[in-house]
């Protein structure tokens, strides 16, 4: 099994384009999220989603749209990219059982926004 | 909002020494988890304590979590140098969907 992955894992972004991160999990989890982690910062949690076709927003949404048509993919779109976007993004995902609480990380995309 | 706190920042230590990080947060929990984050890696998922234990072991950590004081500690024992890595406590306030709540983490140097 591959676990989490995302794609791509580095992109430079000139102020106001857009773009689309994949994550894509191959466990059947139910349960998905999109984080960003700043220097100093911690993780922040952006959008998430509990199922296929639902998504909810988190922490820090603004600026960010998400997209779960399939359950095992997690898109998380920029619109009009700014600098403050410019972050390491993370997605994870989890099985809805309720006795099993770990999230399972991708191994981030870098994104840079000038 | 960041629930937790993590003491220290930073630590640098000698193989075979044992590295203790502390995690502070705000609100009631149902569990608390921590991870570690390898450079430029994502998060691995290291050990869960819910809020109904005090301690708990997995080979060379130690976890303890005092719910009065809203406080949490992470002991690794006879640290190596593959433990070089940053560490994160998360604190989840349900079970099943966890919206979790990352620290800030603590950056471990473990020197051969």
């Known amino acids: 099994n591959a676990g989490v992955t995302q794609t791509p894992k580095f992109r430079v972004l000139k102020t106001g384009q857009s773009m689309t991160l994949l994550c894509a999990q191959d466990?059947?989890?139910?349960?998905m999220y999109w984080y960003r982690q700043d220097p100093g910062m911690g993780l922040r949690l952006i959008h998430y989603?509990?199922?296929?076709?639902?998504?909810a927003k988190g922490e820090v949404p603004d600026g960010y749209n998400v997209s779960r048509l399939k359950k095992q993919n997690f898109l998380l779109g920029l619109e009009s990219a700014a600098p403050s976007q410019t972050s390491v993004y993370f997605c994870?995902?989890?099985?809805?059982?309720?006795?099993?609480?770990?999230?399972?990380f991708g191994p981030g995309t870098r994104l840079t926004v000038l | 909002s960041q629930q937790g706190e993590e003491d220290p920042q930073a630590l640098s230590i000698q193989e075979g020494e044992n590295a203790t990080m502390n995690c502070s947060y705000k609100?009631?929990?149902?569990?608390l988890q921590w991870y570690r984050q390898n450079s430029g890696r994502g998060l691995v998922h290291l050990i869960l304590?819910?809020?109904?234990?005090r301690e708990k072991h997995s080979g060379r950590l130690r976890v303890t979590l005092d719910t009065s004081k809203k406080s949490s500690s992470l002991l690794i024992t006879a640290s190596r140098a593959a433990d070089t890595a940053s560490y994160f406590c998360?604190?989840?306030?349900?079970?099943?969907?966890?919206?979790?709540?990352f620290g800030t983490g603590t950056r471990l140097l473990v020197s051969p």
């Open positions: 994870a995902s989890s099985p809805r059982d309720p006795t099993y609480n770990e999230q399972f």
């Open positions: 466990m059947n989890h139910e349960y």
């Open positions: 989603s509990v199922g296929e076709g639902t998504t």
């Open positions: 609100t009631s929990i149902n569990n």
């Open positions: 304590i819910r809020s109904n234990e």
């Open positions: 998360a604190t989840a306030q349900n079970t099943g969907f966890q919206k979790l709540v």
